[in-house]
């Protein structure tokens, strides 16, 4: 079966394209659909079996990251936001997404207790907007988007990526395993001479997943790392492989997140 993808948007996310185009190389078929068009019943989100809720700047931020447009999301589309990850379907929230999703408390939604916000991302320790890659330790076995990964390097690009959470609710995470991903000093951070966590999250937390695995929300951008060629280092890499006859690789490690959620409805038939 290949899979049916909504990729949100309207009212400022901007990367729809790039995540449209992901899931789309990786054998998926996505459209991209303003919120409104969902509102006014042109589409039906029970007909997609993922939903990708892309980065961007929702509103402007006006209102707080992903807050107004979890709002409209709550007041017009709850009850099928619902049912649909009541099913087993994939749900995705990358930068602004994963603000939307806190906001909506689909994560981290523990027992399944959607709706009531446990976590905040929050403005970035250094008060900046920061745009850089990061590297990644993937740090629980139940997600479905993060099969087969260990580590690997994405960028960021936020200016309100730092987790906050209760004392009780991070031993929850950790207990359950819904710690996603962790930020890291490995091979891309010695190589650009950076820190490891770019916010100062908690945990140094880049990503956590809802207690079925199947929701996952992340800082970093998958969709703006899915070439090789758009490695920061990639021309110094590619010399390194010719010379040891190492096959020099076409897609980037963000490609596997979107190549799993497809191929996790493809391993059904």
């Known amino acids: 079966m290949r899979p049916k993808i909504l990729v949100f948007s309207g009212y400022g996310f901007n990367c729809e394209e790039e995540t449209k185009y992901a899931f789309d190389w ?7 659909v303003h919120i409104n068009d ?8 029970n007909n997609y079996q993922i939903i990708a809720f892309p980065g961007g700047f929702a509103y402007g931020d006006d209102t707080g990251s ?11 589309l709850w ?13 995705i929230g ?8 806190v906001n909506l408390g689909l994560l981290p939604g523990f027992k399944n207790e959607y709706g009531i916000r446990k976590i905040g991302l929050m403005p970035n320790k250094s008060a900046r907007y920061v745009v850089r890659f990061v590297d990644l ?3 629980t076995d139940k997600s479905p988007w993060l099969t087969g990964l260990k580590r690997f390097s994405i960028p960021v690009a936020n200016g309100e990526g730092r987790l906050c959470i209760a004392r009780e609710n991070l031993k929850l995470l950790i207990q359950k395993k819904m710690i996603a991903l962790r930020y890291v000093k490995g091979e891309m951070c010695k190589y650009l001479n950076l820190p490891a966590n770019p916010n100062g999250s908690v945990e140094d937390i880049a990503g956590i997943c809802d207690e ?14 899915m070439f090789f060629t758009q490695l920061p280092n990639w021309s110094l890499v590619k010399e390194q492989y010719k010379r040891i006859g190492k096959e020099i690789p076409k897609e980037g490690p963000g490609m596997k997140l979107f190549r799993n959620s497809v191929e996790y409805f493809e391993n059904k038939k």
């Open 26 to 32: 990786v054998g998926g078929k996505a459209d991209i």
């Open 79 to 91: 009850k099928d936001l619902l049912s649909f990850i009541k099913q087993d379907k994939l749900v």
């Open 137 to 139: 330790k993937v740090e």
């Open 38 to 45: 969902l509102i006014g019943g042109d589409y039906k989100l």
């Open 94 to 101: 990358i930068c602004n997404g994963f603000q939307v999703l």
């Open 66 to 76: 992903g807050n107004a447009y979890a709002l409209k999301i709550k007041n017009h």
């Open 212 to 225: 079925t695995g199947r929701i996952l929300g992340l800082m970093p951008h998958p969709e703006r790392a």
